[in-house]
Each structure stands twice: as C-alpha cells, then as structure tokens.
C-alpha cells in the first residue's frame, strides 16, 4: 500500500510538472507568474509526498518484517545483505518516522542503517517541501505587491 500511495503521489507530481511546463504555451492565465509560482510549488509539495511516502513504506516494512514468523528476531532488514562482522553483536533496532530511519543496535551501543537510502530520501522530502513552502510565501507577496500598487492613486 505505502508504494501505492508513493506512484500516486509521483503521478499527482508529474501532472503538476506538465501544468509547469504548459506556462511557456500561448494561452496561459494571467497573471501568469502567479499561476507558476503555485504550479510548481503543487509540483514540490506531489514531490516530496512522493519521497516520503517511499521512505515510509520502506520503514513500515521493515518494522513489519521484525517479530513476525520465524527467523524475524533481531530484524531482517538489519541482518540481510550485511556480513557477519556487521552483524556481529546486534541487540535491537531503533525506527523513526520523521526523520525517516531504520537504525541497527549492536550490544556494545554501536549503531549502522539498515538502509543509506533514508539519507537522501530525507534531504529530498524536506528541500522538496521547504520549496514548496516557499514559493507558496513568493505568491503571498506577489499578491501583496500587487495589491499596494492597486491601491497607490497616480
């Protein structure tokens, strides 16, 4: 489900990067700077729900995985694909949402991922929704100087 939700945020970003891209073609609304603006802020936001909600899911599975079945203690996602000396000591895991993370725990207090793709799965959802942020505030204050320009008699 939580992949589902990731390719129907990253189609909701697609189509918010077309309605970007149709900026450039004859015809656009005016004021059209305005609509960019909010069009490409739509098109970050889609996009860093859609990095999030992969990051998420891959989270969600991995505390899924752990206790369920046999062979599930320590976490698989903490044991599979590493060797043996990484392996060596683990005492438990440590999830986290926001930030997204998976973190392995050895007995001597030691810590590794069990993913290195959180990292930029991290940094894109917040640079992508600090953007959108952003360009949400760019189109307040277009608003508002358009506004004070109205408003000023000549």
């Given at each position: 489900?939580?992949?589902?939700?990731?390719?129907?945020?990253?189609?909701g970003a697609l189509i918010a990067a077309a309605g970007v891209v149709a900026m450039a073609l004859?015809?656009?609304?005016?004021?059209?700077?305005?609509?960019?603006?909010?069009?490409?802020?739509?098109?970050?936001?889609?996009?860093?729900?859609?990095?999030?909600?992969?990051?998420?899911?891959?989270v969600l599975a991995s505390e899924h995985a752990f206790g369920h079945g046999a062979d599930s203690?320590?976490?698989?996602?903490?044991?599979?694909?590493?060797?043996?000396?990484?392996?060596?000591?683990?005492?438990?895991?440590?999830?986290?949402?926001?930030?997204?993370?998976?973190?392995?725990?050895?007995?001597?207090?030691?810590?590794?991922?069990?993913?290195?793709?959180?990292?930029?799965?991290?940094?894109?959802?917040?640079?992508?929704?600090?953007?959108?942020?952003?360009?949400?505030?760019?189109?307040?204050?277009?608003?508002?100087?358009?506004?004070?320009?109205?408003?000023?008699?000549?």
């Open positions: 489900m939580g992949l589902g939700v990731s390719i129907a945020c990253a189609v004859p015809g656009r609304p005016e004021p059209w700077r305005a609509h960019l603006l909010r069009r490409a802020a739509a098109a970050a936001a889609w996009g860093a729900a859609a990095v999030y909600a992969l990051g998420l899911s891959s203690v320590p976490a698989p996602a903490c044991r599979d694909g590493f060797d043996e000396a990484t392996r060596d000591g683990l005492s438990h895991h440590r999830s986290s949402y926001l930030p997204l993370r998976f973190d392995c725990v050895r007995k001597d207090g030691t810590v590794y991922s069990s993913d290195p793709d959180y990292g930029w799965m991290n940094g894109a959802s917040a640079s992508l929704a600090l953007t959108a942020a952003l360009l949400v505030i760019g189109v307040g204050y277009m608003s508002e100087l358009r506004a004070r320009k109205a408003a000023v008699p000549s």
